[in-house]
């Protein structure tokens, strides 16, 4: 046999070269397929779905489970009586203090009221006095009451503004509702209520009709002093009772125009989650028993 020239054995070497090479480059830019991805069904969408929202009410229906409590507990609790006043909650609600302009003096005392608080002689009462028609003082000076008329009661204080009585009208008053009050102009130590008719009395317990032609001397709204106002003006910072604040955060009231549509949002989230739920447990019983079936 003749051996092949030189020249016809460097061109098979080359040729199986260049194939070689664009075999491996083939083969490096093809890449794997990756495997068929399960369908995805209703259920495990609603599972996906069903645990993001359970996280996201949790907070919302966490809370309102909290204030429902403490609302049903308010009064044993005593948060119907507890009330704060912090400056941001009142900003929200609002309420900003302001002392009143006006107030009603006698005998060297004045009153003055504004929202739920009362001052007599720049110190709050104990009990506040909503809306008084006025205040006058009788008695000798050992013997000194103040007497302050509401539509529908006489409060007796002390100077010192002590709690005395409250005569109600109707029950221990011989009149149904109080107009003004005032003093006798012949006898200033004789408080005067009107309703139809005028009464008087020396103690602000007894009370006798008087004639009709008494002449009386009605307590009169009188301007505060600018140190009267300044007095007030450690009573006047406003306040929410704590039970108020649980309604209206429960409600959402609370957060402004659009809080409670949120609380509604959260209650139609919870229901559709109570509903997904049940649906889920049902879908799952029956893949079990098909599952129970076939094998």
Do not use: C
Not at 98 to 110: L, R, V
Request: glycine share 8%.
């Amino acid at each position: 046999m003749t051996d092949m020239p030189e020249h016809s054995v460097k061109h098979k070497t080359s040729f199986r070269n260049v194939t070689t090479r664009w075999r491996t480059r083939w083969s490096e830019s093809v890449k794997p397929t990756r495997p068929a991805q399960p369908k995805r069904t209703l259920t495990a969408t609603l599972r996906e779905w069903h645990k993001r929202a359970g996280l996201g009410a949790f907070l919302f229906m966490g809370w309102l489970g909290i204030s429902g409590v403490m609302l049903n507990q308010s009064a044993s609790w005593g948060l119907d009586a507890a009330r704060v006043d912090w400056t941001w909650l009142m900003a929200v609600y609002g309420l900003h203090a302001q002392s009143p302009e006006t107030g009603f003096t006698a005998g060297g005392h004045w009153l003055a009221v504004s929202g739920e608080h009362s001052v007599l002689d720049g110190k709050l009462l104990a009990m506040p006095v909503k809306s008084p028609a006025g205040i006058v003082m009788i008695g000798d000076s050992a013997h000194q009451k103040l007497v302050v008329a509401t539509y529908d009661s006489v409060l007796l204080l002390n100077p010192d503004g002590t709690r005395i009585d409250e005569l109600q009208a109707g029950l221990m008053l011989p009149v149904s509702a109080i107009q003004r009050i005032g003093t006798a102009e012949k006898n200033a130590a004789m408080a005067v209520i009107e309703d139809k008719d005028l009464y008087g009395s020396v103690d602000g317990e007894s009370w006798t009709k008087l004639p009709s032609k008494t002449t009386v001397n009605w307590a009169q709204p009188a301007a505060l002093t600018k140190i009267q106002r300044q007095q007030f003006e450690e009573y006047a910072r406003p306040s929410v009772a704590v039970e108020q604040l649980l309604i209206d955060m429960h409600s959402g009231r609370l957060f402004g125009r659009f809080g409670p549509y949120v609380i509604d949002l959260v209650g139609l989230g919870a229901l559709w989650l109570s509903i997904s739920g049940v649906w889920m447990m049902w879908r799952t019983n029956q893949a079990r028993k098909r599952n129970v079936v076939k094998r």
